[in-house]
């Protein structure tokens, strides 16, 4: 048994070992057997020393190899998540919840649509990387809006998988997607559902271009990282519409294409937050579903196509779009065209459909407006040293305008409008990065209005409220 006080790895102290020991026996000095006793117990002293310090080596080194293969569990405003030690694998939990409630007014929602509280969004998101190249992600609606045919509100609730796809990422130029998701085409709508400024998105993401569709695409980022592109090829969906996980219904895909710069990026430019881009989308099918136009409450429709009137032909749809952030100060605008054929009996058109927004965000509290979210520089806390989170002005304006030869084709019993335009105005509050309250009011004025069971008048004015948590 070794002595309490022998620490291993010090020569000196073993040294000073030896001389105790000898000095402990000064009447044997002379005593050549006492003292060849003495260094054999030196020696076996020394040697449980240096055993010791071997131990001591091979625990240091299991735990330095132990430490380096233990996983990094992680909880912040990015979720919660566990990622292996070389990185490799990757797994992460987080989600959006979002409790509104709206008020309408207006002769054309009366009989309509109803005031009251409603979750707009539930979706936890399960997501991460597998084998350091492999990535995924799926997310289930549990609150929504509608059924994910395109055509119903949000006074239906369906649950229903939002995201589901796989990520191939062995070169950030050029990597692959497969499954459902947002198609790379519309700037806003490739926001996240927690980030947009506003409550509800503009006529361009929710009645013309593609919300998620099936199908695969091909991204990246070139050009010193400056220019992002995609390519890809869909089942197809409706204007505004969003597709199922299940089988397609017809033979005919919707290719996309877009192109999206920010040349002067990383820059001291005034124009370091300048982006812009162009998207579309091109399908051959003549048996495309035809959508409706939604109020910006997005609880009913302004124009319906007569269940008569089919597609007789190809859908085309374009969009020039561009951002642009400096400071507090955020601008976001887009315009979006769709070329539908369509018949009814005898009558056959190719409709022309566009819309359009221009949406601006000024931060009060000072904080960098950008395409992302808002982080606030004083998150909100209670007591004397607690902060006042981020407050943030918004102010949009947008139309969806319909082919003049639209009112051929419409739904007359529903009662119809070739023209919405609406005036916005909104308010945050990000109390931290994750929690925010939202205010925003929409006034709608109906252009060439045919009254109905649904459409009674030619204004709708729209209040919403919204507490948000997001991780």
């Known amino acids: 048994m070794k002595p309490a006080f022998i620490k291993p790895g010090r020569p000196l102290l073993r040294l000073l070992i030896a001389s105790s020991i000898i000095a402990a026996f000064p009447a044997h000095a002379n005593d050549q057997q006492e003292i060849n006793r003495l260094k054999a117990l030196i020696e076996e002293l020394d040697q449980r020393v240096r055993v010791l310090d071997r131990k001591q080596e091979i625990a240091a080194e299991e735990a330095a190899a132990k430490q380096k293969s233990a996983p990094i569990v992680t909880a912040s405003d990015k979720g919660f998540g566990i990622k292996s030690a070389d990185g490799d694998f990757e797994y992460r939990l987080r989600g959006v919840a979002q409790l509104d409630f709206r008020r309408f007014e207006g002769s054309s929602a009366a009989g309509t649509v109803y005031d009251g509280f409603l979750f707009r969004r539930i979706r936890p998101t399960f997501e991460g990387t597998v084998f350091k190249h492999y990535g995924f992600r799926f997310t289930p609606e549990f609150a929504q809006s509608g059924d994910g045919s395109g055509t119903s509100g949000i006074t239906q609730n369906q649950t229903r998988v939002v995201d589901a796809y796989f990520d191939i990422k062995h070169n950030p130029e050029a990597s692959v997607r497969l499954g459902k998701f947002k198609p790379f085409v519309g700037l806003e709508r490739l926001q996240g559902a927690a980030d947009t400024k506003f409550i509800e998105r503009s006529y361009v993401s929710n009645n013309i271009l593609p919300n998620r569709d099936v199908g695969v695409s091909l991204y990246g980022v070139i050009a010193d990282k400056k220019v992002n592109y995609a390519v890809g090829i869909f089942n197809g969906v409706k204007d505004g519409g969003e597709n199922f996980t299940n089988q397609d219904d017809n033979n005919s895909k919707d290719v996309t294409a877009r192109i999206f710069t920010t040349p002067f990026a990383d820059t001291d430019s005034k124009l370091a937050g300048l982006g812009v881009g162009i998207a579309g989308t091109w399908s051959s099918a003549t048996n495309n579903a035809l959508p409706s136009y939604k109020t910006p409450g997005q609880a009913y429709n302004f ?169």
Request: aromatic share 14%; charged share 20%; proline share 3%.
């Open 303 to 471: 124009f319906s196509y007569g269940s008569t009137t089919t597609a007789n032909g190809s859908r085309n749809r374009l969009s020039p779009q561009a951002y642009y952030y400096r400071g507090p100060f955020g601008l976001l605008t887009e315009y979006a065209t769709v070329n539908q054929a369509v018949i009814k009996g005898a009558a056959t058109d190719t409709l022309k459909n566009n819309a359009w927004h221009i949406s601006t965000s000024w931060l009060l509290t000072g904080e960098d407006a950008s395409y992302g979210g808002v982080k606030p520089l004083t998150p909100y806390k209670a007591g004397p040293d607690g902060g006042w989170g981020a407050v943030e002005l918004l102010a949009r304006y947008q139309e969806n305008n319909l082919d003049d030869k639209a009112s051929t084709f419409a739904d007359t019993a529903k009662g119809y409008a070739t023209s919405a335009k609406t005036w916005g105005v909104g308010l945050n509050w990000y109390l931290t990065a994750d929690s925010k309250f939202a205010l925003n009011y929409d006034l709608t004025k109906f252009d060439n209005v045919t009254t109905g069971t649904v459409l009674k008048g030619d204004k709708e004015h729209f209040l919403v409220a919204r507490y948000q948590l997001a991780f």
